[in-house]
């Protein structure tokens, strides 16, 4: 069975800083997603960058980058010149090609100010 | 273009009741998918429809039982409630439901059962 780890439950940065979440996925398929969402503090939650695991280079979406070691079975979320707005609850998940998605327990980040 | 809603927002109900929460997709999607959030275990996935059907299940009783009409909205029964069912439950919602759409998440329905 597939799994998630975030092995982050919560970080606290300030605010300009670079700060980088911890993912690792178990998985025997060689196919699949893997996805960061930010949930904010009462607020939706919304995805943040996306990557498709037959892809080597990694996803990048603005401050938002990710660093996907397939081998290690690692996807780690770094977020550069952090934002208050930032502040929010994060999920690694991960989607295989029966299109179930598995999310990780979170990571709670603060950023401050 | 409107964001996924759900509806109620909060609901409390007591053990044995049973409970039917709604989501509205945005115009055009056709995917629903269900999850529920809690503190313990985390976001998990409930079940997933696309054009009124079922297409995909998690690993949750039949308690959990859902529906999607003609419009895309769908709701989701939960029968004899137990107090562990207490949760947010987010439905998210894309175009097609494949791995390339991207999901919207809806607010949330808090469910507290007593």
């Known amino acids: 069975a597939q799994t998630v780890t975030q092995s982050q439950p919560e970080m606290s940065v300030q605010e300009a800083e670079t700060v980088t979440l911890s993912c690792t996925y178990d998985?025997?398929?060689?196919?699949?997603?893997l996805f960061w969402y930010k949930q904010p503090p009462s607020r939706q939650m919304i995805l943040v960058i996306r990557?498709?695991?037959?892809?080597?280079q990694n996803a990048t979406e603005n401050r938002f980058s990710v660093n996907f070691q397939k081998a290690a079975k690692s996807f780690s979320l770094k977020i550069s010149d952090s934002q208050l707005g930032d502040t929010a609850m994060y999920f690694c998940a991960f989607m295989n090609r029966d299109d179930k998605i598995i999310f990780g327990k979170g990571t709670r980040l603060h950023i401050l100010p | 273009k409107a964001g996924v809603t759900q509806t109620p927002r909060y609901l409390i109900k007591t053990r044995g009741q049973q409970v039917t929460l709604s989501c509205s997709p945005i115009?055009?999607?056709?995917?629903v998918s269900w999850y529920q959030q809690t503190p313990g275990q985390g976001l998990q996935f409930l079940f997933e429809y696309f054009s009124e059907t079922q297409r995909n299940k998690g690993n949750f009783p039949g308690r959990f039982s859902g529906r999607q009409f003609s419009n895309s909205r769908s709701e989701m029964n939960v029968s004899t409630l137990e107090l562990g069912d207490s949760a947010l439950y987010l439905c998210a919602s894309s175009a097609r439901g494949q791995t390339t759409d991207t999901q919207y998440f809806g607010p949330g329905t808090r469910l507290t059962v007593l």
């Open positions: 998985t025997s398929e060689s196919n699949y997603y």
């Open positions: 990557q498709e695991a037959y892809k080597q």
């Open positions: 115009s055009g999607h056709r995917s």
